[in-house]
């Protein structure tokens, strides 16, 4: 068990509260919360799966601003944030490489808000977007990888 806690901490958390539901179902008398102390272990793999998403949504939302926005100000910032996030997404695969499964949705569930965010913000500068943001996708690839958009 301790190799797949250092191999892949949401599959071992999932593992972990399993066995201790079941270990409750069994009947062992033991003074322990069981499914409190499930519970608890789930979030370990919880907290990993919204930091993956939130880093997501930084990403998305900051590739936006750069293909929608007018301004040439701020993509330094912007670009900037994209590559700490795209960081920060790496070392939570690492740690758990079972998350990269959940990519795809998450990207898919993350940009119409990304979408509202930066459409509010260009909104809130009286600039009018360069792009239609309800037509923008992004792959994995992109999200995941070193692409920049273009700017004309």
Same mark, same amino acid.
């Given at each position: 068990?301790?190799s797949m806690y250092d191999q892949d901490l949401?599959?071992?958390?999932?593992?972990?509260?399993?066995?201790?539901?079941?270990?409750?179902?069994?009947?062992?008398?033991?003074?322990?919360?069981?499914?409190? $102390?499930? %519970? %608890?272990?789930?979030?370990?793999?919880?907290?990993?799966?919204?930091?993956?998403?939130?880093?997501?949504?930084?990403?998305? %939302?900051?590739?936006?601003?750069?293909?929608?926005?007018?301004?040439?100000?701020?993509?330094?910032?912007?670009?900037?944030?994209?590559?700490?996030?795209?960081?920060?997404? %790496?070392?939570?695969?690492?740690?758990?490489?079972?998350?990269?499964?959940?990519?795809?949705?998450?990207? $898919?569930?993350?940009?119409?808000?990304?979408?509202?965010? $930066?459409?509010?913000?260009?909104?809130?500068?009286?600039?009018?977007?360069?792009?239609?943001?309800?037509? $923008?996708?992004?792959?994995?690839?992109?999200?995941?990888?070193?692409?920049?958009?273009?700017?004309?």
């Amino acid at each position: 068990m301790g190799s797949m806690y250092d191999q892949d901490l949401v599959l071992w958390s999932e593992e972990q509260a399993r066995a201790l539901r079941a270990a409750a179902n069994a009947g062992w008398n033991a003074p322990i919360d069981w499914e409190h $102390v499930a %519970e %608890e272990i789930e979030s370990l793999g919880k907290s990993d799966r919204r930091a993956l998403a939130s880093r997501i949504a930084i990403v998305i %939302e900051h590739l936006l601003k750069l293909e929608a926005s007018p301004s040439r100000m701020p993509t330094r910032g912007w670009k900037d944030s994209v590559l700490r996030a795209r960081r920060d997404i %790496e070392r939570l695969l690492a740690d758990s490489p079972s998350l990269r499964r959940e990519i795809a949705g998450t990207i $898919v569930e993350e940009l119409p808000h990304a979408s509202v965010v $930066v459409r509010t913000g260009l909104k809130d500068y009286d600039e009018q977007p360069l792009i239609d943001l309800d037509q $923008v996708t992004y792959t994995e690839d992109q999200v995941l990888g070193d692409w920049m958009p273009e700017r004309a």
